[in-house]
C-alpha cells in the first residue's frame, strides 16, 4: 500500500501561481509512475498530468500545456505541480495519483494508489 500526502492547495487569484507537492510514503518511489487528476465541482475526476517513475515522459491535458509542469524528486519521494497563469476554471480539488504496474497513465483506471485531495481555488 502507498499513502500519498498532497499539499500546496489555497485560494489565488487568477493569473496567480501555486506549487502542489505529494509525498509518498513508498520507499521504492522511483518504482512509481505518478500524476495530477483534478475534480471541479458538479464535474467528474479528469486527468491533468502524469509523468513516468524515471521522469522521462510527461504527459498533460491541453488545457494546461504551457502553464503547468510536472516533476518529480526522487531523493524527496515527492512529485510536483508547478501551476501558474491559473484561470477560473482550474478550480478543483487535485489528487495526486501513483501506479506500480507499467503501462498507460492518463486515465483514473490506469492508477491504483490515490490522496485524500488538496483544494485550489482561483478567484477573479
Known amino acids: 500500500q502507498v499513502e500519498l500526502i498532497e499539499s500546496g492547495g489555497g485560494l489565488v487569484q487568477a493569473g496567480g501561481s501555486l506549487r502542489l507537492s505529494c509525498t509518498a510514503s513508498?520507499?521504492?518511489?522511483?518504482?512509481?509512475?505518478m500524476g495530477w487528476f483534478r475534480q471541479a465541482p458538479g464535474k467528474e475526476r479528469e486527468f491533468t498530468a502524469s509523468?513516468?517513475?524515471?521522469?522521462?515522459?510527461?504527459y498533460s491535458t491541453d488545457s494546461v500545456k504551457g502553464r503547468f509542469t510536472i516533476s518529480r524528486d526522487s531523493a524527496e519521494n515527492t512529485m510536483y505541480l508547478q501551476m501558474n497563469s491559473l484561470k477560473l476554471e482550474d478550480t478543483a480539488v487535485y489528487y495526486c495519483?501513483?501506479?506500480?504496474?507499467?503501462?498507460?497513465?492518463?486515465?483514473?483506471?490506469?492508477?491504483?494508489?490515490w490522496g485524500q485531495g488538496t483544494q485550489v481555488t482561483v478567484s477573479s
Open positions: 495519483a501513483a501506479k506500480s504496474r507499467f503501462g498507460p497513465l492518463q486515465s483514473l483506471k490506469d492508477f491504483d494508489f
Open positions: 513508498e520507499r521504492t518511489f522511483s518504482s512509481l509512475d
Open positions: 509523468i513516468t517513475r524515471d521522469g522521462y515522459s510527461i
